[in-house]
């Protein structure tokens, strides 16, 4: 489920539409949470469909760490990749506000996290080096991710949090060690889909 304060807006002809705040959100705010209505599609499942509707399955979704395609039932769906994201994904199925984001902004994502099947070349970006997501983005960046998305939880209960009832009890204890500890019990890493033992 995507944060409420958001609204889906046509970026350019590049890139299509996009999701933009309403409002400020704060540095440590989650931004995304998996939920009860995304769907959760097994491969077998996506490989039977028609060319049209498997690549409409490929474009707006992403993959989990056992290999599942996940559909957002929302906006999700649209949010833009980034490599400077404003947004970043979490170990425990949500994604965190990594910076503030001013209303009428994008939010984004690091589409590296999110175990895509082929590379992609990306809408030049100043300011990196990076010009191609890869599958296994993952396995390079994650200590630069993990590092974000630490210094986001530092502001988590400084920040309203409206998707907060979506946590796991057992992830919250997780989140409330991270910040009282300065270190994250889980890496994004462990999202990984290692397609060669499939």
Known sequence: MLLPYT????INDQVGFGVVATKFIPKGTITWVLDELDYKLEPEFVAKLDKHRRKF????SY???????IFCWDLGKYMNHSFHANCMAT???FEIAIRDILPGEQLTADY???NIGTPF???PEKG???KIVKPDDLLYFYKEWDQMVLGALKHFNDVEQPLINFIDPEIKEKITFSIKNNILLDSVKSNYFDRSLK
């Open 57 to 60: 399955i490929n474009k707006y």
């Open 7 to 10: 609204k889906l807006r046509y």
């Open 91 to 93: 170990a425990y199925n």
């Open 121 to 123: 070349e990306c809408v």
């Open 128 to 130: 990196t080096t990076r």
């Open 112 to 114: 590296g996290t999110l």
């Open 63 to 69: 993959r989990n760490r056992e290999g599942k395609y």
